[in-house]
């Protein structure tokens, strides 16, 4: 059974930094990746990694947020810095293996204050 855990969402002041990770098991993942949605809007992509370290970010984020993997330890990150009042929304985990099946983490919130 696949399971994803994320951690490290919370509460930060503008300007500042915060580091999510998401533990994966039960699977083989080829494309690991991030999320996030505010409410009432549809989920949108922030940034993934495949297996070989090939990165993509959304404009909004690039030169911001850096998003890393451990293949050992089926684990992703996402290091976001210089954080803004817009980035205030629940981030999700998503993996998916090379035959296409797609898995999402429970969401963690980032909240970012003036």
């Known amino acids: 059974q696949v399971q994803l855990v994320e951690s490290g969402g919370g509460l930060v002041q503008a300007g500042g930094s915060l580091r999510l990770s998401c533990a994966a098991s039960g699977g083989a993942f080829s494309i690991m990746g991030w999320y996030r949605q505010a409410p009432g809007k549809q989920r949108e992509l922030v940034a993934t990694?495949?297996?070989?370290?090939?990165?993509t970010y959304a404009d909004s984020v690039k030169g911001r947020f850096t998003i890393s993997r451990d293949n050992a330890k089926n684990t992703v990150y996402l290091q976001m810095n210089s954080l803004k009042l817009e980035d205030t929304v629940v981030y999700y985990c998503?993996?998916?293996?090379?035959?296409?099946?797609?898995?999402w983490g429970q969401g963690t919130q980032v909240t970012v204050s003036s």
């Open positions: 998503n993996a998916r293996t090379p035959r296409g099946y797609s898995y």
């Open positions: 990694i495949t297996s070989g370290g090939i990165t």
